[in-house]
């Protein structure tokens, strides 16, 4: 080989060495460097000017949910397509995750998206979805995390208390910063013209079909609901907290306070189910079913009804629900109401609406059994210390005279 041509090799060698360190540089601005301050910089116009530090319970937990994986199911990022915008809510902006480092976005979404994980379940539940998630979804993939717990849901240790005190993070930011963060990042986009960045500004911010909302309106569902039908949807969807019989006693009710209703104790109009289905009951574990049609949703009303006959009412003594009314007036109406329908002047104060006394009435023995003990996890307290045994007797049967089959329908 000619000097020349060595001469020729080595500054080949010379110029794709220098070329492909440039390439390298290149693309380390191109796709990292420039991509960051151009994602900074929206940051800063379109996010609050102060976003709430994780608390140590809950950066403990952040570990947690990178330490089990949990990234690798469920993402954190709520994409700009119409499918994830109805079946999360609005998507992600990039201030929403600023303080996110390392990232946890996920890349597969075996399970649901968690972007807006806080508020949608309470605590109770997450804790036991954890334990043993088919005890509350049969169908469910995700592994249990009993090593998070002393061997039953309703003692979590203190890594399990801090993984929900994370996912109660999720979504908080952008909820805290309210229509004034809302109005402000949408003016920092500029972006009127771009139909794919206004989804983010446009529909609820959490549209999960779980989420109870505090509320009674509920589409009308038909009339006749099929039982049959009914009967398999409450096996598959509601037998996990309510029961196979519907008495309360489901695999997961163990770890939910208020404990799951024994609706075979109670009776209720028609309506009133329908509202729970649809809306849920906010501050317990009771999920909306806001994602079923309304013809699954009446199919689930008939099963409901199926599992508790009324019973015949004895015909009561002279003077007694006179009794009971005047205790009520005395004791009750502050969160039941005048008419009974949960709308007193301190229901909204509470953190669970009153019970609706018109639309649901329980057996005498439960009514009674209630106003004893109270419901433990609710703000009904016992009235054994407030009233004599003959009260308590009477205003039992005043609140289930209170009962219109018919009630229930949104007010």
């Not at 693309?27 to 900074?40: A, E, H």
């Not at 004034?180 to 139909?195: I, M, P, T």
């Not at 629900?321 to 005048?338: D, S």
Request: some cysteine.
């Amino acid at each position: 080989m000619s000097v020349g041509t060595g001469r020729v090799l080595r500054m080949a060698y010379l110029v794709a060495s220098v070329a492909g360190v440039g390439f390298f540089a290149l693309s380390v601005v191109l796709l990292g460097y420039w991509p960051k301050q151009v994602l900074d910089a929206q940051t800063r116009a379109m996010g609050p000017e102060f976003v709430l530090e994780l608390t140590p319970s809950a950066t403990r937990g952040r570990a947690v949910y990178a330490r089990e994986g949990c990234a690798y199911c469920h993402t954190q990022q709520i994409r700009y397509l119409a499918s994830d915008h109805a079946r999360f809510g609005a998507p992600t902006l990039a201030w929403e995750t600023r303080r996110d480092y390392p990232h946890l976005w996920g890349t597969r979404r075996i399970g649901p998206d968690l972007s807006r994980a806080a508020g949608t379940r309470p605590d109770d539940w997450q804790l036991a979805h954890l334990f043993a998630p088919r005890a509350l979804v049969a169908q469910s993939v995700m592994p249990a995390y009993t090593s998070l717990f002393d061997g039953a849901p309703d003692r979590p240790r203190q890594e399990a208390r801090d993984l929900v005190a994370y996912l109660n993070t999720l979504g908080r930011a952008r909820e805290l910063a309210g229509a004034e963060g809302e109005s402000r990042a949408q003016q920092a986009c500029n972006c009127a013209d771009d139909e794919m960045a206004q989804m983010a500004f446009h529909g609820s911010l959490n549209t999960h079909p779980a989420q109870a909302r505090r509320t009674r309106e509920a589409p009308m569902l038909p009339d006749a609901g099929d039982l049959p039908r009914g009967q398999r949807l409450y096996a598959a969807r509601c037998a996990s907290c309510h029961g196979p019989r519907g008495e309360g006693d489901g695999p997961g009710a163990v770890a939910l306070l208020p404990a799951p209703t024994n609706v075979t104790e109670h009776e209720y109009a028609s309506a009133r189910i329908g509202a729970a289905l649809w809306n849920g009951v906010a501050g317990t574990a009771m999920p909306a079913w806001r994602d079923y049609s309304p013809e699954d949703l009446a199919a689930l009303v008939a099963a409901v009804r199926a599992l508790s006959a009324p019973g015949t009412e004895a015909e009561l003594p002279a003077g007694l629900l006179e009794r009971g009314r005047q205790t009520y007036r005395e004791h009750c109406v502050q969160c039941h109401g005048e008419r009974g329908d949960g709308a007193g002047p301190a229901a909204a104060e509470l953190t669970i609406a009153p019970a609706d006394l018109t639309s649901g009435r329980a057996t005498l023995a439960r009514t009674v059994a209630t106003l004893r003990s109270g419901i433990p996890g609710t703000p009904m307290a016992p009235w054994t210390a407030r009233l004599a045994n003959a009260d308590l007797i009477a205003v039992a049967h005043y609140v289930r005279s209170l009962y219109e089959p018919a009630a229930g329908a949104a007010r």
